[in-house]
């Protein structure tokens, strides 16, 4: 897996992760949808990037 391609979904998944809990706090369910929604989309990248190394394989 691209290491750059790594660093940068999990830190997606980490700034999701922030403003999901900020959210929770302020309750603002903006936030907190936007934080899961960050999240989500920083996991499937990885999973993308993990079927790109398992082609690449093959």
């Given amino acids: ?5 790594k660093a940068k979904n999990l830190f997606q998944i980490s700034k999701g992760k ?3 809990v900020t959210g ?3 309750r603002n369910r903006d936030v907190e949808s936007a934080g ?3 999240q989500h989309k ?3 990248k990885q999973v993308g990037e ?3 190394d398992a082609i690449d394989e093959l």
């Fill in 24 to 26: 929770k706090v302020t």
């Fill in 50 to 52: 993990k079927v790109k």
């Fill in 36 to 38: 899961a929604n960050d």
């Fill in 1 to 5: 897996m691209n290491v750059v391609n």
């Fill in 42 to 44: 920083g996991h499937l």
């Fill in 18 to 20: 922030t403003k999901e």
